[in-house]
Structure formats: structure tokens, C-alpha cells
């Protein structure tokens, strides 16, 4: 049969090259969303319900940190240095056991005021349904995290499990970013 060439190896190239690029880009997006949530209510405080919580600021500090952790991660993944992957991802898991008992103190402060601690949004339904359905992400997020750390030794699976876990903690930047900051 001529001209039924297949270079199979510049197809496997060309899906590892777009893979790569992939989890950037979505690590970018995410943290463009979360910026663009919460950053207005940084700099506009005047419409706030209540002033900043200090545990409202080390959250977001904190999941800053995480989503900053999966951009570079997701860097040196795709620049194939897996050592340097590595260590960075012990790092992100020391993040890890601060963010999820961090996460449910923020909750339960939000129940507690009645809106969410950053003093932005008023919860307009029940506070307790609005806190379990904040648990809920959360839960979903831990039971991903425990999986891909797993499946660190499996990178297709890791990373997957990883950028969804990711997406669960983007709920409350887009609510925020849908609500157009405080109101």
C-alpha cells in the first residue's frame, strides 16, 4: 500500500505535548477564577457586611498557596522533572493537612456569623444546609487528594485525580465571582 504511512510516534508526541499543556492551562484558569472571585472584594471593602476574618485571610492565603502548588507542579511535570516534582509534592501534602481542618473551622465560622467570613455574601437559606453542602465539596476534595496520592506512582491517573480534586475547592470562587463580589 503506498502513501499509508503512520508515524504513531509523533501522534503519542502531539497527545503528551497537548496533555501537558492541558493541566497548565487548567491550573492557570483556576487560579484566574479564584483571583477573580475574591480579589474585587479585597480591594472594593466597602459594600462588606463585616470586616475580614483573620481566619478567612489565612484560608485564602492558604488555597492560594494550593492552587499556586498545582500550577507549578503541573510545570514541572510537564519539563519532566519528576525529582523536583517530587519534593514540591511533599511540600503540597504538608499544605494538604492544614487546608482540610482549615476549610472546616471556615465553615463553621460561617455558620456561626450567618454569612460567609469574608464578610461578602449573606447566606440567604438555612446556614446549616449551606454548610453541608460546603462539607460536601470538601469531602469530595479529601476522598480525591487521598486517591491520587495513591496513585502517585501512576502520573495519568495522579494527575487526574488531582485536577479534579481541584475543581471541587472552585465552587466558592465561582459563587463569589457569579455574585459580582459583595453585595
Known sequence: MAGATYDAGSTTRAATYSQRWFFTGMALAMLVVACAGFVPSLVQTSRRHAPVSSLVGLHGILFFAWLTIFLVQSRLASAGMVAFHRKVGFAAACVLTFMVPLACATTIGMVRRGFDL???????????????????????????????????????????????????????ALSFLLAGGPA
Open 118 to 172: 469574608s464578610g461578602d455574601l449573606r447566606i440567604e437559606g438555612d446556614p446549616p444546609a449551606e454548610a453541608a453542602l460546603q462539607f460536601g465539596w470538601l469531602l469530595v476534595f479529601s476522598v480525591l487528594m487521598i486517591a491520587a496520592l495513591a496513585y502517585r506512582r501512576r502520573p495519568d491517573v495522579h494527575s487526574r485525580l488531582i485536577l479534579f480534586a481541584n475543581i471541587a475547592l472552585m465552587p466558592a
